[in-house]
């Protein structure tokens, strides 16, 4: 049986703290009805009508305290029955005071309960994991849940372990490769005779598989939306040395939108911030000046900032106004990155410094990007002109990558692959499901190992793996032996 403050450390008005175990009611020994203060009052005759999930207000107490002695606290007590808790076991909830003392105070008095433990992190989770209350998908939602800073994040975590979509998807197409992998293998066991004629069902099968190939296929190559949404859309301010990258980084900070700030290892400036921008999580960052070098130190820092940019999903291409040279060696640089399927805003900053004919011939290039379908800015860093249609842009942009891209109801979003834990195993599904339907002629056999790998790789995503699974669809599909 375990135990934790399962709210926030420290002080708060309500902290809860949460048993879960075979012997949870042992810690209603802790709570004592109120209108009664002697101790023979706890009678375990109303221990059982307590079971109900309601709150009542109770005394926490140490069954060992001396006569005399204040309660713990007091709050209030619920309990749940197994199976029907968050967790599946038998749950005891105190709700008290948030107060580190009154927490200490009450987690020391149920440690003295026999069989009783801390919880590890996330044990609370695993074990409802573990009793089949909730798949991997809601568990890993549960977890960004807890998580979420901004609006899509939520909903998007919430989409995940409330609404259970995903897993639903997910189980569907492995019921799909089950029925697949069974109506091979009926062939296989049954032979012919049975109404079944293989090339029908071989026909039949690959059909199905190729339609599902498809569909995990768009799956896939859906741009990486969910895994951006969760982690934030990664931004990256790339340029030559001296255009001004950290000084833009200094002014996107000094906006209100500023969430987050420098990431740990980074002292002395700050070389990654968090924005919020339109419900989405951006983390832009600072990148040492992209040009030719001799000198070891910065040609470390280059390769750092090119493997940033390789990283990011949009890229801050900053230039000085004042001068095209930059540009110039910025792009150079910049030419080994592949730039497939990321966004690049080009953005030319110091423009308190350059006179009109400058800023006309600017405004004509932007004009020129954006009719082109590109997008460009010119900003001064330095007194702020600009920065703000800049950040206008750079939300554009955003939710031009995190939307949904169909509109396929509202559903879509559930669509997303959100976690590389997922696509690693989509993609060895859709691997093995290539082999199972490929065109040569191959034993009926092999194709069903291969829907079964498939199948297996799915199930790997939602945490169920039940090999059974496939009795069941034989007979529901073929009522063989009857
Ligand atoms: P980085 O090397 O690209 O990170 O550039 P910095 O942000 O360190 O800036 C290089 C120099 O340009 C510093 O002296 C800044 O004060 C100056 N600078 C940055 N932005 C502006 C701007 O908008 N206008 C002017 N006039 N100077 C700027
Ligand atoms: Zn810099």
Redesign the pocket.
Known sequence: TIYAVATARGRAGVSVTRVSGPNALEALRLARAMETSSPSSTASTSRANDVDGRLRYRAFVDPNARAGEPPLDVGFVATWRAPRSFTGEDVVEFHGHGSVATQRALLDALGTIDGFRHAEAGEFARRAFLNGKMDLTAAEGLADLLDAETEAQRRQAMRLTANGTQRAMYERWRDELMTCAAHCEAVIDFGEEEDVSGDVVERDVLTRATALRETLRKHLDAPARGEMIRRGVRVA?V????????????ALAGRDAAIVSPRAGTTRDVLEISLELNGYKVIVS?T??IRETDDDVEKMGVARALERARDADVLVA?A?A?SDASSDAARDALSTVDVTGKDVITVW?????IDAARARELDARVDDITRRGGDARV?????GRGVDDFIATLARVVARKCERTSVEGDDDDALAVTRSRHRVNLTSCVAALERAARRAPVPLELRAEDFRLAARALARVTGSYDVEDVLDVVFRDFCVGK
């Open positions: 301010i340029g030559a040395p001296n255009v001004g990258k950290s000084s833009m980084l200094n600072d040492a000046g900053l000085d004042s900053n110091k423009s308190d410094v900003v001064s860093a330095r007194d």
